[in-house]
């Protein structure tokens, strides 16, 4: 539930410049990522204090999601690189080679005559669908095919039933769509020290509908674009904070003007 409200939160707060959005949003993540863990494992349930349970995959996957969601409503690395980590760690735990698909147990946990595994969106997304996404998305950021291949080898098999029963499979269909694209890559770039000089241009990415777009951001020269290939060799023009649309890591010229920035977004629907 905590990673289903991580994103419900960070996404408004970057859209509408809700700061107690965004307030609620890191609070929320910095419960998780220091209360909700023992031995680099996530767990489940927290009470009196203490959390319980080793964690499913629809823990790893939701959050996972919300973090890389919380990311790009602050270009906080700490947040994009516990996303990766998860996403790694959901992996090994939940993915199996032989089978080529997601089980929502870990291999870790109790053995069961059948390992469970649900396939379904309902009211709530399936863990399936929402690791399929959220896989897709941290391909994009970082370049990682294997990431790619993973999700739609548990994809693909989901075809039948998507067309079959569109309603029970949201959340596939919506993986789908951001993998057939198109998908806007947008790096944004701002002179260190001036962390308030990317505002109008953040305003210009989240002021619009684009679900099929990957965010990052980070000052010029600093760590916290170590390891992004969208933010290589990308620097601030002019001293000014810049952004860089891309398609398959391939840009069209910086611009440093929100009105440049949302016709080249524009263009990219």
Request: aromatic share 10%.
């Amino acid at each position: 539930w905590n990673g289903l409200m991580l994103p419900a939160f960070a996404e408004p707060a970057a859209v509408l410049g809700r700061t107690h959005y965004l307030a609620t949003a890191v609070r929320n993540a910095e419960f998780l990522t220091s209360q909700m863990g023992r031995d680099g494992r996530l767990l489940r349930s927290w009470k009196d204090g203490q959390a319980r349970i080793t964690g499913y995959l629809e823990d790893y996957s939701m959050v996972g999601a919300g973090l890389l969601t919380l990311y790009e409503a602050t270009f906080d690395r700490r947040w994009f690189d516990e996303s990766r980590r998860l996403a790694e760690e959901a992996l090994r735990l939940f993915w199996s080679p032989d089978r080529e698909a997601f089980f929502d147990t870990g291999h870790d946990q109790e053995t069961l005559v059948v390992r469970p595994r649900n396939i379904f969106d309902n009211a709530v997304p399936s863990g399936t669908s929402v690791a399929i996404d959220w896989l897709l998305r941290l391909a994009v950021v970082l370049g990682e095919e294997r990431y790619e291949a993973l999700a739609l080898r548990a994809l693909r098999p989901m075809a039948d039933l998507m067309q079959r029963y569109p309603s029970g499979f949201g959340r596939y269909l919506s993986a789908l769509d951001f993998h057939l694209g198109p998908v806007a890559e947008i790096a944004l770039v701002w002179p260190a020290g001036h962390e308030r000089a990317v505002a109008p241009l953040v305003d210009a990415v989240f002021g619009r509908y684009q679900p099929n777009r990957v965010v990052v951001g980070a000052a010029e020269g600093s760590p916290g674009a170590a390891g992004l290939p969208l933010l290589a060799d990308r620097g601030a023009q002019s001293g000014q904070a810049t952004a860089y649309v891309c398609r398959h890591y391939v840009c069209q010229l910086p611009v440093t003007e929100p009105a440049a920035l949302a016709r080249q977004l524009d263009a990219e629907v």
